[in-house]
């Protein structure tokens, strides 16, 4: 796999340290999270909204109501997508230290808008990603829903990776303090699948459902 | 407290039954989490990047080191923050009604770095987000760390909120299909505080560490 090469915007100027070239790190980042953060610029103020995306090969895919301004301004225009894991706090000895556990990875480009096969080839990334398994069970989109959906491609081109895990940066002279210093865990879980209250008797939810809370 | 009041960005075009214009909402959202998505403008392009902030009242704080691109760019300019919990993965028997459970703030305006009095308070309100209780512990900022370090006020008076919750919405004639549907609950949780491996001997956790993963 190619690196990820630096461009202006992705070059680290600060604690570069915390970057990875790595693009395995990046569909690490990017495969293990739920939603984006999508920004675009809207006459001339950015916009930043939560979003379900899906990722295959080296193409991002987002989507959302073919009327969404976000998905209006985006096509042809440059967007930023940032997917961020908060894996703990930080907590140090000095409150300039205390800082928090991440995973990130930030995307720009300019997505273009999918059609026929390669809307459903989005969709489909974009539903796995989000449920996986669902693909195969629910039922598929209409003509008319199809219709309704924007489905955008952004290439994984220029993207930078961010991470920073491990105990706090405490200052040597600071460790002789009588404070507390060390990480809080922070972790996203599944708790139990709650039926939907209209759902006929005797439906169980799916294997593809269930282990998620296990894991 | 006065209610939000709409402005073309905070006018919600699509589902508006998903939008709150209570400011108490704004509020409960936004001191609920840990970090937020800061969206900034840099030569005519999107930036969106994840940190740590705060609130007071209706300020909501910010803060990076100095050199910080994102923060260079941000004051006196259009910042865009928005705060987001994911609380389910909503599985309904139509792909096109998958959705997620959540619930969000995005705060727009120009912030205003902050010096003096001011920045300490700021500071405040950021540590006690991420950390609450370390203010009154862990060692306070010289003022080379000060210097150092860029504090942003943004006032809460262009904010809007959306909130989805519940079961799926599917259409009446998919429910007599056999797919299971539903929610997949996600939360946030705290697994048990790990000591930084300088920890003097004898130094425990405090409660207000200890406490969070009981939560």
Redesign the interface.
């Known amino acids: 796999m190619n690196p990820l090469s630096a461009t202006p ?1 992705t070059a680290l ?2 604690l570069p340290e915390r970057s990875s070239a790595d693009r395995a790190v990046l569909y690490e980042i990017l495969d293990a999270a ?2 984006c ?6 006459d ?7 979003t ?1 995306y899906g990722r295959l090969d080296d193409t991002l895919y987002l989507h959302g ?1 073919s ?3 976000s998905l209006r301004h985006g096509p042809s225009r ?5 997917v ?1 894991h ?1 894996d ?2 930080v ?6 230290h ?1 800082s ?1 556990n ?1 995973r ?1 990875a ?1 995307v ?1 480009g300019t997505p273009s808008v999918l059609t026929g096969d390669e809307k459903l080839t989005g ?1 489909r990334a974009i ?1 796995e990603q ?2 996986p398994g ?2 195969d ?6 003509r008319k ?1 199809l219709a ?2 924007t489905v955008l491609a952004l290439p994984l081109a220029e993207a930078s990776v961010k991470i920073r895990r491990g ?2 940066g ?1 200052d040597a002279e ?27 008797p005797g ?4 294997p593809h ?1 269930t282990s ?2 296990r894991s």
Chains 1, 2 share one sequence.
């Open positions: 915007r100027g600060r739920l939603i953060h999508l920004g675009v610029v809207i001339g103020s950015p916009r930043v909204i939560p379900g109501s009327g969404a301004a440059d967007v930023c997508v940032t961020t908060l703990g706090i907590v140090a000895r000095s409150l300039f205390h928090i991440y990130s930030i720009y969709l539903t989000l449920a669902q693909w069970t629910a039922r598929r989109p209409t829903e309704a959906t105990p706090p405490d600071d460790l002789a303090l009588d404070a507390w210093a060390g990480v809080v865990p922070v972790r996203q879980t599944f708790a139990a699948p709650i039926p939907d209250p209209t759902l006929r439906i169980e939810a799916p459902i998620r809370t």
